[in-house]
């Protein structure tokens, strides 16, 4: 087991060193301007002298809109998909409406957002739990539904309530869906926090700092948020794969 992990992270590591030596060659090699592509020496040395900047950056946007709104999102929409598959009627009336809010822009929402709740972390954090509600909401519900027929049948057999067939079969056997959602959630939170922050922050935030300094031709800032972006996204999203391993061990994915 030890092993596999080890390879598991060993080949994307090895991956990643090469794509950064290829990137760092190409653009010395052919003189790329700078306000183009940075070469990743230059990334490195602006992250590092700006380490007080990106953290109160890191702070706004992932500590105070991204988990919020994603435990608010995820949350809430886990409840009403345990609704849904109590009341029939409410999951005929909910779903499509997944499909509908999947294809709202984030660029016309978030002004909306930013109108109702201000410029600071709030209208970010809602702007994530807009986004976060629905693909909980849908893949909780196709999760409860997952437990075969017999199994219900055995539970019925059995005298179980609903409650009791939800928490000791259906809930177990949506643990893999609920997590894929868990797992699409931080991710689409990150994109919702940054995005929503170009239309308005107090003067702090990834995105306010990459629209900003876009402008200023900073390339080297930008992609030193992206990279923090993107290294905060990735622990995130690794975290939730460990704590899923630990949650849904019984799963045949798991077996080697």
């Given at each position: 087991m030890k092993l596999f992990r080890f390879q598991d992270i060993l080949a994307p590591a090895l991956f990643g060193i090469a794509v950064l030596i290829l990137w760092q060659a190409t653009v010395r090699f052919f003189n790329v301007p700078f306000v183009i592509?940075?070469?990743?020496?230059?990334?490195?040395?602006?992250?590092?002298?700006?380490?007080?900047?990106?953290?109160?950056?890191?702070?706004?946007?992932?500590?105070r809109a991204v988990i919020p709104g994603w435990i608010i999102g995820s949350l809430s929409g886990f409840l009403v998909a345990l609704l849904c598959d109590r009341f029939a009627f409410l999951r005929r009336g909910l779903l499509p409406l997944g499909?509908?809010?999947?294809?709202?822009?984030?660029?016309g929402v978030a002004p909306i957002l930013v109108m109702w709740f201000g410029f600071d972390w709030q209208s970010k954090a809602a702007m994530v739990v807009v986004m976060t509600f629905f693909p909980m909401l849908v893949n909780a519900v196709a999760g409860l539904q997952a437990s075969g027929h017999l199994e219900r049948d055995l539970m019925r057999s059995y005298g179980a309530?609903?409650?009791?067939?939800?928490?000791?079969?259906?809930?177990?056997?949506?643990?893999?869906?609920?997590?894929?959602?868990?797992?699409?959630?931080?991710t689409l939170a990150m994109i919702g926090a940054i995005v929503a922050e170009f239309f308005g922050t107090p003067i702090v935030g990834m995105g306010f700092r990459i629209s900003t300094?876009?402008?200023?031709?900073?390339?080297?800032?930008?992609?030193?948020?992206?990279?923090?972006?993107?290294?905060?996204?990735?622990?995130?999203?690794?975290?939730?794969?460990?704590?899923?391993?630990?949650?849904?061990?019984?799963?045949?994915?798991?077996?080697?």
């Open positions: 592509f940075p070469a990743p020496t230059d990334i490195w040395s602006k992250l590092i002298v700006s380490l007080p900047t990106l953290y109160a950056d890191f702070v706004q946007t992932f500590i499909n509908l809010a999947a294809a709202l822009p984030i660029v309530s609903w409650l009791q067939t939800l928490i000791k079969l259906r809930l177990p056997a949506a643990m893999p869906f609920i997590f894929n959602a868990l797992k699409i959630n931080s300094e876009v402008g200023r031709m900073g390339l080297d800032m930008v992609w030193a948020e992206i990279a923090v972006a993107a290294l905060v996204g990735s622990a995130f999203y690794g975290l939730l794969v460990a704590l899923e391993r630990w949650v849904t061990f019984w799963h045949p994915s798991y077996r080697r």
